[in-house]
């Protein structure tokens, strides 16, 4: 099975390099960019067919490893 | 006195700091993170680099390292941990220091000399600098902005855990004294039991007037003097 995790600044974090990429796109002519905010994406893959288990494996993955709990979120996506 | 300095891949201070120890007349051993067992020691650091390439977030693949099994063990049993600028994001990243290191807000990486004021002069890394509070430290790093919500930094000021502050010259703690944007201007921190000190500038680059100047000398004097 298929899995993907977004990882993100918590809204109240700091994101300077979200800020960047915004102000550079509003540099660019886009004007009408609100805000950004940048992250990071993983795509993996599981020998699980199920469901619910994957979803707990998921879960368990991204807040002992691929997420600092203290400053970020998480989505998870079953594919 | 014993040491064991972790090697990491990608660590690059590991060498500098094993020569402040031996300077000192600590007995050190390098310890390669992939070992189940760390050798009898009094301390252990936590050097600073790149480990893994900052793969992840800083320090954190390095956290989940074989030997760090044991090094949470020594410092569970009170034993001295010292972690320096990569080795103090490891220390966040293990949970054995409160908080979090985000990169410098002004996004570049620095490496300057900085004035530090010591806070606490009571912990055993720190005894000696009661006679000299104000120092002058390099810092090498880009994620540096140390990160604590109003309730931490209240514990950490109230229990007297912050071990050093940037300041200018004088002393003077200010938003222009302040290098990376850290909360408080905090440059390094211990834990409630004072035996762990996760610190961002590098007193192991400062322990010979060849190398302009000693006040890294005067942490690993304290270590002897308190062992």
Not at chain 2, 103 to 112: Q, T
Request: a positive charge.
């Amino acid at each position: 099975m298929k899995i993907s995790a977004t990882v993100t600044l918590k809204k109240e974090v700091l994101d300077p390099q979200g800020k960047v990429v915004g102000q550079t796109l509003k540099n660019m002519g886009y004007k009408n960019i609100v805000n950004v905010r940048q992250g990071k994406y993983f795509d993996i893959e599981l020998d699980e067919t199920d469901k619910e288990k994957a979803k707990k494996i998921a879960e368990e993955i991204c807040k002992k490893l691929l997420t600092n709990i203290v400053i970020e979120d998480y989505t998870i996506n079953l594919k | 006195m014993k040491s064991s300095v972790i090697v990491f891949p990608g660590s690059n201070c590991d060498r500098d700091v094993a020569v402040a120890l031996e300077k000192f007349q600590i007995k050190n051993q390098m310890v390669w993170h992939d070992e189940s067992n760390l050798p009898k020691s009094d301390l252990v650091v936590l050097p600073g680099g790149f480990s893994y390439g900052d793969y992840l977030r800083t320090g954190c693949i390095a956290s989940k390292s074989r030997i760090i099994n044991d090094v949470l063990k020594h410092a569970n049993r009170g034993g001295l941990v010292l972690g320096i600028c990569n080795g103090f994001q490891i220390l966040i990243e293990t949970g054995l220091l409160p908080g979090v290191l985000l990169r410098n807000k002004k996004l570049r990486f620095l490496s300057k000399n900085v004035f530090l004021k010591v806070i606490n002069v009571n912990s055993k890394f720190c005894l000696n600098y009661n006679k000299k509070n104000i120092i002058k430290l390099p810092i090498a790093h880009n994620e540096g902005n140390y990160f604590a919500n109003n309730a931490l930094l209240k514990k950490l000021e109230d229990r007297n855990l912050i071990a050093f502050k940037y300041c200018n010259e004088k002393g003077d703690i200010n938003n222009t004294s302040n290098p990376n944007g850290s909360s408080n201007n905090i440059a390094g921190i211990l834990n409630n039991g004072k035996n762990i000190l996760g610190m961002m500038p590098h007193p192991e680059r400062l322990i010979d007037p060849l190398l302009s100047g000693e006040d890294g000398s005067i942490m690993f004097e304290s270590l002897l003097k308190s062992h």
